[in-house]
């Protein structure tokens, strides 16, 4: 069985942004860490709103610039005019505020817990704004560039192609690396082993879209199906609310090639490239910080990281996060701050039912 640690794309849900959504959204004082700035704006006079003050709360202003703040990145549903938007937005900041001063007269801000979570809060925001003026500062890719890309990847474009599978979920457990699945060679012999171990699992047709996933491991899969189309693969995703990686174990029964060209194939490439140049600028400045590590950093015995061999990374062996493709959420607060501009929307998938 073919193992790969990506998590390439796989067709999913989507849904469409209705006004009583998007209402919702807006209503709901989701945004914790904006808790942290409120008192920092100033505070203004028991006098009328005007300019660019379009209310206040308890004599403090709040202004165009933060209703502003508040829908930056939030869709607005054709049905809803950018003013009505606006007042939704409005009514958000006044109820979260509302609630942090009602939080502030029990003193919870004062708790030894809030304190830790504003701390990590803030330093979260700080990155946050690092990673986005790096990301900035990326060059776009030229269109030779982009159309470099496209010739290297066909399977991306020419030969875009639709994978019908046949296909096995099942959660990661803990001991996946001893569950012998790398010598599985159809579909029951997997069913036997997840069986045996009262592993509880899914079987379902799928599809794969090979433009939503990584190109490297499009090429290999395409290159061991070439080769021996009954080969199975395996990789994981984490569905949004899924406890831990699901993990997904394929066999494909069927193709279908459908060519993603033109301005939208290089839009995509556009976006691929630049998205990939970010992600490499990002690590390179995580690198770089880390380098300076031994020099700022002091532990207590027992606290410090192990120390690489030779060089190099003293892990020889994946673990069953890396076998499973997924590594703990963690994080330094890089990731949620560069994601990448929507790509060109690509043709839809075959309506194809699985075969099996």
């Not at 990506?6 to 959504?21: A, K, T």
């Not at 009262?198 to 799928?206: G, K, S, T, V």
């Not at 490297?216 to 990686?245: N, Y």
Request: hydrophobic letters at 40%; aromatic letters at 4%.
């Amino acid at each position: 069985m073919t193992k790969r640690t990506e998590l390439p794309g796989v067709e999913g849900q989507s849904g469409h942004s209705m006004q009583r959504r998007a209402r919702t959204i807006l209503l709901v004082a989701t945004a914790a860490l904006a808790l942290t700035a409120c008192d920092k704006l100033g505070i203004g006079g028991g006098g009328e709103p005007k300019g660019q003050v379009v209310a206040t709360l308890d004599g403090q202003e709040i202004t165009v610039l933060e209703v502003n703040a508040e829908l930056a990145g939030t869709p607005i549903p054709p049905s809803m005019s950018r003013r009505e938007a606006e007042k939704l937005a409005l009514e958000n900041i006044i109820t979260r505020r509302m609630l942090a001063k009602a939080a502030e007269e029990r003193e919870l801000n004062k708790k030894p817990e809030f304190l830790l979570q504003e701390r990590r809060a803030e330093e979260q925001l700080r990155v946050q704004a690092l990673a986005r003026d790096i990301a900035a500062k990326v060059v776009t890719p030229t269109r030779d560039e982009a159309d470099k890309f496209i010739g290297e990847n066909p399977y991306l474009f020419a030969n875009r192609t639709f994978f019908i599978l046949d296909q096995i979920q099942f959660l990661r457990p803990a001991n996946i690396d001893k569950l012998g699945l790398e010598g599985a060679t159809t579909m029951a012999e997997v069913e036997q082993i997840l069986t045996a171990n009262n592993i509880p699992f899914r079987r379902q047709p799928a599809s794969l879209d090979s433009l939503g996933a990584n190109p490297a491991f499009v090429k290999e899969v395409t290159s061991v199906l070439a080769k021996k189309p009954d080969e199975l693969f395996m990789f994981a995703t984490r569905p949004q609310g899924a406890p831990a990686p699901v993990v997904l174990v394929n066999q494909v029964k069927d193709t279908n090639v459908q060519p993603f060209t033109g301005d939208k194939a290089r839009e995509f490439a556009v976006n691929f490239l630049r998205n990939e140049r970010i992600q490499n600028a990002l690590k390179a400045e995580v690198d770089r910080q880390k380098k300076s590590q031994a020099e700022r950093v002091k532990f207590q015995d027992g606290w410090a990281p192990a120390k690489a061999k030779d060089g190099k990374a003293a892990a020889a062996k994946p673990t069953p996060l890396e076998l499973a493709g997924e590594a703990p959420a963690t994080g330094t607060g890089m990731e949620a701050a560069t994601a990448a501009p929507p790509a060109a929307e690509p043709a839809a998938a075959p309506t194809q039912t699985p075969a099996g």
